[in-house]
T-cell receptor, first 109, second 115 residues
């Protein structure tokens, strides 16, 4: 069964302390990998789409990368406003997206 | 502003009652979806609709029903047959040609609590 696993479950950072989130998936014909940001009590907001190994996308302090079996979301010099849950979703050549459980990031000033 | 509007934001239900969650979009998107989110779990697909008057079951459709009479609207009914309905419900849509595989636009969610 195709699965998406995100780690760590929670990440507490000091402002300016860079770190990375991981999204790993079982290989079964990846068609695309998506990153979303979700604030508490809100709906997810689309961040990036990655389609092939080696691809990278950047937006402000966030950078997403993709290998054949995992994706990383790098947060460079985070600010408190980067605190959120980050969701990874994978299109496994099926009719739907498979979502990971998310990584909750807390950035302290 | 274009977007997806879900209502109500909070809803309390007694056991045995049916409740309907509203989802309206003005993005002119063909495809719409309902997801359920529980703590510590990924989003799970309940139902999806790619065109008006047509919808398909997702992974956890038991105890739920939907309709798609208008392009803009995709209401979800949580029936008394749903054994554990307390959850955060998210409605989403995607642009033409994206289907279920593209960027999803989400509403703000509806939190249902069974008393």
């Amino acid at each position: 069964e195709d699965q998406v696993t995100q780690s760590p479950e929670a990440l507490r950072l000091q402002e300016g302390e860079s770190s990375s989130l991981n999204c790993s998936y079982t290989v079964s014909g990846l068609r695309g990998l998506f990153w979303y940001r979700q604030d508490p009590g809100k709906g997810p907001e689309f961040l990036f789409t990655l389609y092939s190994a080696g691809e990278e996308k950047e937006k402000e302090r966030l950078k997403a990368t993709l290998t054949k079996k995992e994706s990383f979301l790098h947060i460079t010099a985070p600010k408190p406003e980067d605190s959120a849950t980050y969701l990874c979703a994978v299109d496994f050549n099926d009719y739907k997206l498979s979502f990971g459980a998310g990584t909750t990031v807390t950035v302290r000033a | 502003d274009g977007g997806i509007t879900q209502s109500p934001k909070y809803l309390f239900r007694k056991e045995g009652q049916n409740v309907t969650l509203s989802c309206e979009q003005n993005l002119n998107h063909d495809a719409m979806y309902w997801y359920r989110q529980d703590p510590g779990q990924g989003l799970r697909l309940i139902y999806y609709s790619q065109i008006v008057n047509d919808f398909q079951k997702g992974d956890i459709a038991e105890g739920y029903s939907v309709s798609r009479e208008k392009k803009e609207s995709f209401p979800l009914t949580v029936t008394s047959a749903q054994k554990n309905p307390t959850a955060f419900y998210l409605c989403a849509s995607s642009a033409p040609g994206q289907g279920l595989r593209g960027e999803l636009f989400f509403g703000e969610g509806s939190r249902l609590t069974v008393l």
